[in-house]
């Protein structure tokens, strides 16, 4: 792998990568969401190509990988200029609060297939459950992968992981989710094309992604938000519906559809920004409500 530099600015890694919203991002040495050890290395794959990433300094990464820097670029948020996207968005105190402590978040733009199956086992489950559950398809039905004299596993593809049976999921304690995993591998694999979803806008993309099995609206704005760069996708699980029964009152409704336009219409095109900001200070109680 070929070691560079990408300079950085307004840029957190540790918060970026630990922040609940990407399961396809590890920590070489350690618990992703565990260990906060100075300058970890964090490591994903793109294209079946490893990429470890380390941020030395607040205004510098440094990567080791084949792939182009701005690839690397586009999967960190780091294509997009922060600055600008909150100048866009109303005056809001809450979402000042949630900015002032958590400056530097991203968005990130995690590989569609590894993201999807992710957020799959996401029902009803917390974030380091979900992980676990990530790392346990990698190990079973992935490649081992030499990194740094230690054996990771590249998540695997959709060929890959077809041979896996429901029945083999569930001994991976992913429960009545491996019937959502099954089947969506079957559909993608027979009649299903997710480059299509860049060619569609954001309402036609949710629905093209609810073809599949056990994709409801929530798991469709993550993957639409996480991976394919739809960031006024506002994804709404219990905490962000907390935040907004609390918060936003006047936003939320038992309708989904009608709450996601909303929020939409208040935050605009980039609301997904917004929902992550809100989703971890709301978790973290840096908002109070």
């Not at 918060?15 to 050890?37: A, I, M, P, V």
């Not at 990194?147 to 593809?157: D, G, I, L």
């Not at 019937?179 to 993309?205: M, N, P």
């Amino acid at each position: 792998m070929r070691r560079f530099s990408i300079p950085v600015e307004d840029f957190d890694l540790e918060l970026t990568l630990t922040c609940g919203q990407t399961f396809c991002w590890h920590r070489l040495n350690g618990d992703l969401f565990e260990d906060s050890s100075e300058n970890s290395w964090f490591y994903t794959f793109r294209n079946g190509e490893p990429v470890m990433v380390r941020q030395d300094q607040p205004d510098r990464l440094t990567v080791k990988t084949d792939l182009d820097p701005s690839q690397i670029k586009q999967a960190l948020g780091l294509d997009k200029d922060l600055q600008k996207v909150f100048s866009r968005f109303p005056d809001d105190d809450e979402l000042e609060e949630a900015k002032e402590s958590l400056w530097g978040l991203r968005i990130v733009r995690d590989e569609f297939f590894p993201c999807l199956i992710s957020y799959l086992c996401s029902p009803q489950m917390r974030i380091p459950r979900i992980k676990k559950m990530h790392n346990s398809i990698s190990r079973e039905f992935g490649e081992p992968i030499e990194m740094e004299q230690k054996s990771v596993y590249r998540f695997p593809t959709v060929k890959e992981l077809s041979r896996a049976s429901e029945e083999d999921l569930r001994s991976l304690g992913v429960g009545y989710r491996a019937e959502y995993i099954s089947e969506t591998v079957e559909i993608i694999r027979s009649d299903f094309d997710s480059d299509k979803l860049q060619d569609f806008e954001y309402e036609e993309a949710r629905k093209y992604l609810k073809q599949l099995h056990g994709v409801g609206d929530k798991v469709a704005d993550c993957v639409l938000l996480f991976s394919c760069g739809f960031h006024q996708a506002y994804p709404v699980d219990t905490w962000a519906e907390k935040a907004l029964k609390a918060l936003y009152p006047e936003l939320h409704s038992e309708d989904y559809d009608e709450l996601s336009g909303n929020v939409r219409d208040y935050f605009g095109q980039n609301a997904g920004y917004a929902q992550e900001y809100l989703f971890h200070a709301a978790r973290n109680d840096i908002i109070e409500f």
